[in-house]
């Protein structure tokens, strides 16, 4: 009894953490990439965004260059660079700030309350 192989198998392969997802898939001649990201703006606010590409596997392979020369300088860099936020500042930050836009629109829905407004909707974070 023969087997049944189909000639264009893929493998999925895929990692998720705080930043998002990633989702590699590898198929004969391409490799295709999905991720989709979770990041808070200066506001707080939680952003999510998502990019797919195609990739014939000579570029595939570029990038897979790249990303080893990407994670050999990390491993050199100094252990506290400016600018890079862990992802417990992310969330304190975040935390902080949709604390700071609640308490904002409490003050102004007070201040509408002492004007006599008590009926008009003061917007609120969305």
């Known amino acids: 009894m023969s087997k049944h192989v189909p000639a264009n198998t893929s493998r999925l392969f895929s990692i998720s953490g705080t930043f998002g997802e990633a989702q590699i898939v590898a198929s004969r001649s391409r490799i295709l990439i999905d991720l989709q990201t979770r990041n808070y703006d200066s506001g707080g606010i939680l952003r999510k965004h998502h990019a797919l590409a195609n990739l014939p596997l ?33 969330g304190h930050t ?5 604390q700071s836009v609640d308490a904002l629109h409490g003050s102004k ?15 609120g974070p969305h």
């Not at 595939?60 to 936020?85: E, K, M, T, V, Y």
């Not at 829905?109 to 917007?123: F, K, N």
Request: charge should be positive.
């Open 58 to 90: 000579a570029t595939a392979s570029q990038l897979r260059d790249l990303l080893n020369q990407a994670i050999a300088a990390a491993a050199d860099a100094p252990q506290h660079q400016p600018g890079l936020w862990s992802d417990a500042t992310t």
């Open 109 to 123: 829905r007070r201040t509408a309350e002492r004007r006599g407004y008590r009926d008009i909707p003061v917007p």
């Open 94 to 98: 975040a935390q902080g700030c949709s």
